[in-house]
């Protein structure tokens, strides 16, 4: 099984390659010292529009949208999009320079694939311009969240609008002074059966009785600019026609946004698994310890060698549920796409955790990208589904598939 990358995205890869180059890499410790800076806490550096700029004008913007999103597409077909998001992940914020960072990437396909002309002109275009950020506001704090049936937030229809009151926790990106909108999933119908009591409604950032509780913290990181949020939504009013799809699409949307957005997950921790390997290659070859280089050391030669190999296995994979979705579509790539959801978050803690044992104690501070790819890959174990939910999943496809 081989995949072949196209002429155009090797010549797209190129230039990504070389802009990470020239204008990424020499701002890594800039952007550490600049957000975790308290007093910068859900701002961004004053730079960094100036990369997003240079980005647009370098036409290395918005690559994650799929062919059939046309006309707002780049034209790229999954398999072609994987590689771009190896490179450009291999510097945890850099998605962002290039407007293909999450959350927005999953918001913006869900109002490219079931919003209405209203809805994109006012949301969708400014985030694809890369104008304003938004969230997805699902998990919620007193229920398990992991079941996105369990939703408790409600929406209230009361004439020409909707009214929600609830708690969501979790809410990615909700606190930077960017985010504009929230698309946000509560139970409007609970007397329909169980995949159709929950719709999605956007909601402006600044509608009244939204209450941000508190800023969650990740392993006491957080995550400025964007942030964790919680939020307590008291009579929260929007009109009807923000509403997403319909009533009771929710549960749809949910996996219609989560589904495909795994592989593109999975992509980024092959790239941020790369950029720990090439590092600890680096470091074994300049640190010597007890007369020798620790390239020289057995131990650690081992070590390089398990994570070229841990690697190389989660991207074939990747690249597999990417060939799959583009060749036979989403539902028969599911398998894939649990696998690669189970595998590769895994995978790069594995890699940053040897890379960081490489380099001692610069391997656990904030000189190298190291802490930050082993810590967030140890959340997106639980985030986007956790690891048993992905496990359970794709057993059952399992046994479905081989027993007859």
């Known amino acids: 099984m081989g995949f072949e990358i196209s002429p155009k995205t090797k010549e797209l890869n190129i230039r990504l390659e070389a802009f990470m180059q020239e204008h990424i890499y020499p701002r890594e410790h800039d952007w550490q010292e600049f957000t975790l800076d308290h007093n910068n806490l859900w701002k961004v550096p004053p730079w960094f529009d100036g990369l997003r700029e240079k980005a647009k004008a370098a036409g290395l913007w918005n690559l994650f949208l799929p062919y059939e999103y046309t006309p707002w597409s780049p034209g790229l077909t999954n398999i072609e999009i994987a590689p771009l998001f190896e490179t450009m992940s291999k510097v945890t914020w850099a998605q962002s320079v290039f407007n293909c960072n999450a959350p927005d990437r999953g918001n913006m396909e869900v109002l490219a694939k079931y919003g209405t002309p209203e809805q994109q002109e006012k949301w969708l275009l400014p985030l694809l311009a890369g104008d304003i950020r938004s969230a997805y506001a699902m998990t919620e704090p007193q229920v398990a969240s992991s079941d996105a049936t369990n939703m408790e937030l409600e929406i209230t229809r009361d004439g020409d609008e909707y009214v929600l009151n609830g708690r969501k926790w ?36 600044d509608t009244p009785g939204i209450t941000l509780i508190r800023p969650l913290r990740v392993f006491d990181s957080f995550h400025s600019p964007g942030g964790e949020a919680e939020f307590v939504f008291e009579n929260v009013r929007v009109p009807v026609s923000n509403m997403i799809k319909g009533e009771g699409c929710g549960f749809e949307i949910a996996q219609g946004r989560l589904g495909p957005g795994r592989f593109q997950y999975a992509m980024m921790f092959v790239g941020m698994a790369q950029r720990c390997l090439e590092l600890m290659c680096e470091r074994a070859e300049q640190r010597v310890a007890f007369g020798e280089k620790l390239s020289k050391k057995t131990s650690v030669q081992h070590e390089i060698a398990r994570s070229r190999c841990d690697i190389e296995q989660c991207r074939l994979l990747t690249l597999q549920a990417a060939d799959v979705m583009d060749k036979q579509g989403v539902k028969a790539a599911m398998p894939y796409i649990s696998m690669v959801k189970i595998v590769a978050p895994k995978m790069c803690q594995d890699v940053a955790d040897r890379a960081m044992q490489i380099f001692g104690g610069a391997g656990v501070c904030q000189d190298t990208m190291i802490p930050e790819a082993f810590t967030v890959a140890r959340f997106c174990r639980i985030a986007d589904g956790p690891d048993e939910v992905h496990m359970s999943q794709l057993g059952k496809l399992t046994i479905s598939d081989l027993v007859r």
């Open 170 to 205: 979790w809410t990615t990106n909700a606190i930077g002074e960017r985010c504009k909108i929230m698309l946000v999933m509560g139970r409007s119908n609970p007397d329909a059966p169980r995949h159709k009591q929950h719709s999605t409604v956007l909601v402006p950032r």
